[in-house]
T-cell receptor
Framework: DAKTTQPNSMESNEEEPVHLPCNHSTISGTDYIHWYRQLPSQGPEYVIHGLTSNVNNRMASLAIAEDRKSSTLILHRATLRDAAVYYCILRDVSAGGTSYGKLTFGQGTILTVHP | EAQVTQNPRYLITVTGKKLTVTCSQNMNHEYMSWYRQDPGLGLRQIYYSMNVEVTDKGDVPEGYKVSRKEKRNFPLILESPSPNQTSLYFC?????????????FGPGTRLTVL
């Protein structure tokens, strides 16, 4: 499976934008880029996903590099509630994919938000 | 409210005493899965189920059993728990096993085996 690399930790101030990077240089054409986050003492929750084009939803934006070897999760105005571990995950949707729905979590990025 | 529920949320038990952690979802999802989370190892999949009566091993199935008799429920069974199964457990569900599907996670069960 293609792997992702994320910084161990990042810090931000409340109400400022946050850009969380993810490198995935061995990504294949059938890999979707997913982001999940895990708030303290909670289960992971879905944030956003995309394939090639940039994506926006109510929680965040996902910017995908043209060569797809990297992506950036953007939180437009960080709040204290956004403090969490953020995971960048690749999911192969090809017909021969064998992940069977499994999410392969790495270590993620610990985001600290300062008041 | 659409959700995945797990019970109990916290459990302390002793080695060898059989236990079951329940998982239930109210979203009519076909796919359900169990993960364990350990410091330094991240989340790892234990078992998954693509639909009723269809289950299969994940990455770390040893010492665990599951069953899927109904669509909404996917209990995790530890027949003879050991201290190395002390962990934080999460149940998850998604509409299907397709890898574009969003997965929904339960709140977690913290298990301590003495």
């Amino acid at each position: 499976d293609a792997k992702t690399t994320q910084p161990n930790s990042m810090e931000s101030n409340e109400e400022e934008p946050v850009h969380l990077p993810c490198n995935h240089s061995t990504i294949s054409g059938t890999d979707y880029i997913h982001w999940y986050r895990q708030l303290p003492s909670q289960g992971p929750e879905y944030v956003i996903h995309g394939l090639t084009s940039n994506v926006n939803n109510r929680m965040a934006s996902l910017a995908i590099a043209e060569d797809r070897k990297s992506s950036t999760l953007i939180l437009h105005r960080a709040t204290l509630r956004d403090a969490a571990v953020y995971y960048c995950i690749l999911r192969d949707v090809s017909a021969g994919g064998t992940s069977y729905g499994k999410l392969t979590f790495g270590q993620g990025t610990i985001l600290t938000v300062h008041p | 409210e659409a959700q995945v529920t797990q019970n109990p949320r916290y459990l302390i038990t002793v080695t060898g005493k059989k236990l079951t952690v329940t998982c239930s979802q109210n979203m009519n999802h076909e796919y359900m899965s169990w993960y364990r989370q350990d410091p330094g190892l991240g989340l790892r999949q234990i078992y998954y189920s693509m639909n009723v009566e269809v289950t299969d091993k994940g990455d770390v199935p040893e010492g665990y059993k599951v069953s899927r008799k109904e669509k909404r429920n996917f209990p995790l069974i530890l027949e003879s728990p050991s201290p190395n199964q002390t962990s934080l457990y999460f149940c998850a569900s998604s509409p299907t096993g397709v890898d574009t599907d969003t997965q929904y996670f339960g709140p977690g069960t913290r298990l301590t085996v003495l």
